[in-house]
């Protein structure tokens, strides 16, 4: 319903290599602004361009993003293959650290909810 805001390629950054799966993120829900069901990282983000990441739209339009968290841009360089489940990914999450990426993505992440 959104093409130019929904997206359909996103630039991640999986230890294990490529192609091993596609690219998860927990988006919450956007009824009440990502408020109650916070967003999460699931799988990592990249920032081989230095502090952004690359998104390819639904409308065939692609835009570098730049993370402005400093625990999302530690989450998109490591190169730990175990980081979804440990200490790199928690920090990502917290909510002391900042969630402004987080909820960009969740906002232009397509669900039902969210089309």
Same mark, same amino acid.
């Given at each position: 319903?959104? +093409?130019? %805001? ?10 294990? *290599?490529? @192609?091993? *799966? =596609?690219? /998860?993120?927990? +988006?919450?829900?956007?009824? %009440? ?6 967003? =999460?990282?699931? %799988?990592? +983000?990249?920032? /081989? &361009?230095?502090?952004? !990441?690359?998104? @390819? /739209?639904?409308? $065939?339009?692609?835009?570098? &993003?730049?993370?402005?968290?400093? !625990?999302?841009?530690? /989450?998109?360089? !490591? ?5 979804? $489940? %440990?200490?790199? !990914?928690?920090?990502?999450?917290? +909510?002391?650290? $900042? ?14 909810? @969210?089309?």
């Amino acid at each position: 319903m959104h +093409p130019s %805001d929904r997206m359909l390629w996103v630039e991640e950054c999986d230890g294990r *290599g490529d @192609n091993l *799966g =596609s690219w /998860f993120f927990n +988006p919450g829900t956007p009824q %009440d602004n990502f408020q109650t069901e916070k967003p =999460s990282w699931v %799988d990592s +983000p990249a920032a /081989f &361009h230095g502090v952004t !990441s690359t998104f @390819n /739209f639904a409308d $065939g339009h692609a835009e570098a &993003h730049k993370w402005v968290n400093a !625990s999302t841009l530690f /989450f998109a360089k !490591s190169l730990d293959q175990n980081k979804a $489940g %440990d200490y790199v !990914s928690q920090t990502a999450n917290d +909510p002391q650290n $900042g969630t402004e990426d987080l909820y960009w993505v969740a906002t232009h992440y397509p669900t039902v909810n @969210n089309p």
